[in-house]
């Protein structure tokens, strides 16, 4: 059925920067609205950014200005760049995929229907 795949978590300071890969192992991804949102324990898990097929964009308030997401539909690969990070975005992150639709920018958890594992960012002060 295929699968999401995310990369490049770790430890970093405050300030500093991350890449976040999204790798979609079946090419019909890259027709599809993809989202990157977090969660940390006990709490729900919250929308950080999304793209549609054509590039259109949506952030939440708090990380709009730091951090970027993009994708490369060539490679099934959707990014997400963090700049100045701060401790307060440490969280699992995940990458998410709407099958429904390829123009929607959804913050909404419930209207994505794929879901990779996540991965571990952890921002020290």
């Known amino acids: 059925q295929g699968q999401l795949v995310e990369s490049g978590g770790g430890l970093v300071q405050a300030g500093g920067s991350l890449r976040l890969s999204c790798v979609a192992s079946?090419?019909?991804?890259?027709?599809?609205?993809m989202a990157w949102f977090r969660q940390t324990p006990g709490k729900e898990r919250e929308f950080v950014a999304a793209?549609?097929?054509?590039?259109?964009?949506n952030y939440k308030a708090s990380v709009k200005g730091r951090f970027t997401i993009s994708r490369d539909n060539a490679k099934n690969t959707v990014y997400l760049q963090m700049n100045s990070l701060k401790p307060e975005d440490t969280a699992v992150y995940y990458c998410?995929?709407?099958?429904?639709?390829?123009?929607?920018?959804?913050?909404?958890?419930?209207?994505?229907?794929?879901w990779g594992q996540g991965t571990q960012v952890t921002v020290s002060s």
């Open positions: 079946e090419r019909t991804f890259s027709n599809y609205a």
């Open positions: 793209i549609s097929r054509r590039g259109s964009t």
């Open positions: 998410a995929a709407d099958r429904r639709t390829s123009y929607g920018t959804s913050s909404r958890p419930s209207e994505y229907d794929y």
